[in-house]
């Protein structure tokens, strides 16, 4: 009877079966029955949208205005065409040549197959805590990116480790700010800490979104961030000046440096 009931169940939409999986383990019995596992080892997908998924939703629905022209993800392009808009080109990056929607397969560390200066925008969402050699991924970034482009990345504060991934790092907002801000100026970078101490335990142990109360998802004390986010930006180059204005702001001196000359009684050279 118990796997028919499971059958029946496998078959309904996701969102009724998060729903479902709610009812049977409710956020209150578990809180109440202090339990030292998760509520789901799945981070919270079984139940809904996962606690880091909304912020992460959040940052890039803020910041869609960036994702445009030549764009980058990772696994697959799923933000880039959610979020952004005047989109030329839409790439996808993993390490993992299986992947059938990767068009570009390489490390982040050592991106050899792509030239200085090829896009405008790189998501990068959960990524970095993977990668050992964190610090050659980020100049990696900066080096693909275009002068005026951004990259978006989601950071780990507080996040259950998976068995078969290595997890090397957990980020903060000092942490961030110190490794983005080797390769961005201090003006082209932004660095934010999303969620609070409800939030953070809820994410912990696997509850998700719909588990909590609009006000709780909405607060932010940055003593006890969730999700860390950085937003860089390359400076974009300035505008050489063609021989014809150089030409031009010579002239302009000259006559500047004769007429303070004729004031002055200094002769102008």
């Not at 934010?192 to 509850?207: L, P, S, Y």
Request: glycine share 8%; hydrophobic share 40%.
């Amino acid at each position: 009877m118990l796997s028919v009931i499971r059958k029946i169940v496998s078959r309904l939409p996701e969102g009724q079966q998060a729903r479902l999986t709610r009812l049977r383990r409710p956020r209150l019995a578990y809180l109440l029955l202090q339990r030292t596992t998760p509520i789901s080892r799945s981070h919270g997908f079984d139940r809904g949208t996962p606690v880091d998924r909304h912020y992460i939703e959040k940052f890039l629905q803020e910041n869609g205005r960036y994702i445009r022209g030549v764009c980058l993800e990772v696994t697959d392009g799923t933000y880039t065409r959610r979020y952004g808009s005047d989109i030329s080109r839409v790439d996808v990056l993993d390490i993992n040549p299986a992947n059938p929607q990767a068009n570009v397969v390489g490390d982040l560390r050592r991106l050899q197959s792509v030239e200085d200066e090829t896009y405008d925008c790189f998501i990068l969402t959960q990524v970095l805590q993977y990668i050992d050699d964190v610090d050659a991924a980020v100049r990696e970034v900066a080096r693909i990116l275009k002068p005026g482009g951004s990259v978006l990345v989601t950071l780990p504060s507080l996040h259950a480790m998976e068995a078969g991934h290595p997890h090397y790092w957990k980020f903060s907002t000092h942490s961030a700010k110190y490794l983005f801000g080797k390769y961005f100026p201090a003006d082209h970078l932004e660095v934010r800490g999303w969620g609070n101490v409800a939030t953070g335990v809820a994410a912990w142990v696997g509850m998700a979104r719909e588990d909590l109360p609009r006000r709780h998802l909405e607060e932010h004390d940055p003593r006890y961030p969730c999700t860390i986010t950085v937003r860089a930006t390359k400076p974009a180059r300035a505008v050489a000046a063609s021989p014809a204005q150089g030409e031009l702001i010579g002239r302009s001196v000259s006559v500047a440096l004769g007429a303070l000359g004729a004031c002055t009684g200094v002769a102008a050279f």
